[in-house]
């Protein structure tokens, strides 16, 4: 068997934090896309006030919760990077 890697490889850590940031600004691009279409049709009525008023705002809360945490998941990970590059002293 070949040797037992153990650590990270700082540029692999790198691509993996710039696709999470990438998906962050697209999540935030989406909801942000969302609110303004969903806050501006003209839709009257019961439904249309249950989903402005209540549907709406739940899933804007958790898309924008979703991106929060995968913004922590990227945090940690170029945390994970640096204290490789710091360790291995490249």
């Known amino acids: 068997m070949g040797e037992a ?38 839709w009257h009525g019961q439904d249309a006030n249950n989903f402005k008023h209540t549907e709406w705002p739940q899933h804007k809360s958790q898309l924008n919760k ?9 945090q940690n990970v170029a945390k994970q990077r640096q204290q490789q590059i710091e360790t291995s002293g490249h």
Do not use: C, W, Y
Request: net charge negative; no cysteine; charged share 20%.
């Open 5 to 42: 890697f153990l650590g990270n490889n700082p540029e692999d850590m790198q691509e993996l934090v710039t696709k999470i940031n990438q998906a962050v600004e697209q999540i935030h691009q989406a909801v942000s896309g969302l609110d303004a279409k969903a806050t501006s049709v003209q």
């Open 66 to 74: 979703v991106a929060e945490d995968l913004r922590s998941v990227g």
